[in-house]
């Protein structure tokens, strides 16, 4: 519970820093987010797992690009 708890938090917080690579996929985030809630009140400790996976593996890549963006603008200017 405490898991997907957390996991809960820090995607609200990773949408409110990347509104923009998030939008797009905002429902599809908001619909994992509750289901992973759901299981949290209700589910086993299974349904709960279950859900903190679907929500990671969806929102993996969206992590990816979030960092590749962060180190392109840490790099710019920058001779390597």
């Given at each position: 519970?405490?898991?997907?708890?957390?996991?809960n938090q820090?995607?609200?917080?990773?949408?409110?820093?990347?509104?923009?690579?998030?939008?797009?996929?905002?429902?599809?985030?908001?619909?994992?987010?509750?289901?992973?809630?759901?299981?949290?009140?209700?589910?086993?400790?299974?349904?709960?797992?279950?859900?903190?996976?679907?929500?990671?593996?969806?929102?993996?890549?969206?992590?990816?690009?979030?960092?590749?963006?962060?180190?392109?603008k840490a790099?710019?200017?920058?001779?390597?």
């Amino acid at each position: 519970q405490v898991e997907g708890r957390q996991l809960n938090q820090s995607m609200d917080k990773f949408i409110k820093q990347h509104p923009d690579l998030v939008k797009p996929h905002l429902d599809k985030i908001s619909v994992l987010q509750k289901e992973l809630l759901l299981s949290i009140e209700e589910g086993s400790k299974e349904d709960i797992l279950k859900a903190t996976e679907s929500l990671n593996e969806f929102t993996r890549p969206l992590a990816h690009a979030a960092m590749d963006d962060t180190i392109q603008k840490a790099m710019q200017g920058k001779k390597l």
